[in-house]
């Protein structure tokens, strides 16, 4: 099955500087790659899919790359504040026949901003 | 509000019993996932079914069992709880139609064993 690695597992900056996650995945046949922000108690929420057919996109200060050769993809986080502290999970999603399909999860980014 | 619903929000149970977590997908989401985040944890993923049936199974325990109902609401069986068992259980639903491959998750049960 899939496979995916995240790192760092934590990431400490100062507020106003970037931050970059990295993730690889194992299996090339993944084709969909979220990012989930889960804040402390929360529900894991979406910030930004990329799909395989495409290199980047961004949206206002989160951008995210994906490199298919190599099977990784990048979070980029720039100008952050503190409302950026949370816990970040990258994920990739493989779809199967007969339409079942595996949403895969990073181990996940404890990410602080400090003021 | 993501639309999913899990029931009940906290759980608190003695080793050895059984309990059941339950899942109301979005309306018109026929794929349900099931992940296990205990604290600090990242998401393990359990299970997956698709309109009714399971599709994908991750590292679920033999003691576990799940299934998808006609109306697509899910439920998660727990038996013989163990200490190790306590945890944030989170349940996502999506369309997963064409392109629209969205998880949304509920707001999770979190689960303690005493």
């Known amino acids: 099955g899939e496979n995916v690695e995240q790192h760092p597992s934590t990431l400490s900056v100062q507020e106003g500087d970037s931050a970059v996650i990295k993730c690889t995945y194992s299996?090339?046949?993944?084709?969909?790659f979220p990012w989930y922000k889960q804040e402390l108690g929360k529900r894991p929420q979406l910030i930004i899919d990329i799909r395989s057919n495409v290199g980047e996109k961004k949206d206002q200060r989160i951008a995210v790359t994906l490199n298919k050769t190599a099977k990784h993809f990048s979070l980029h986080i720039t100008e952050t504040q503190p409302e950026d502290s949370a816990v970040y999970f990258c994920?990739?999603?493989?779809?199967?026949?007969?339409?079942?399909?595996?949403?895969?999860f990073g181990g996940g980014t404890r990410l602080m901003v400090k003021p | 509000d993501s639309g999913v619903t899990q029931t009940p929000k906290h759980l608190i149970t003695a080793t050895g019993q059984r309990v059941t977590l339950r899942c109301s997908p979005r309306?018109?989401?026929?794929?349900v996932y099931w992940y296990q985040q205990s604290l600090d944890q990242g998401l393990q993923f359990l299970i997956q079914?698709?309109?009714?049936?399971?599709?994908a199974k991750g590292n679920i325990l033999e003691r576990f069992s799940a299934q998808q109902f006609p109306d697509l609401h899910s439920e998660l069986n727990l038996s013989s709880l163990e200490l190790g068992d306590s945890a944030l259980y989170f349940c996502?639903?999506?369309?997963?139609?064409?392109?629209?491959?969205?998880?949304?998750f509920g707001q999770g049960t979190r689960l303690t064993v005493v």
């Open positions: 309306s018109g989401d026929l794929s």
């Open positions: 299996d090339s046949a993944s084709n969909y």
């Open positions: 079914y698709y309109n009714g049936e399971e599709r």
């Open positions: 994920a990739a999603y493989v779809v199967f026949r007969n339409a079942g399909n595996m949403l895969t």
């Open positions: 996502a639903s999506s369309v997963h139609r064409g392109a629209d491959l969205e998880a949304f």
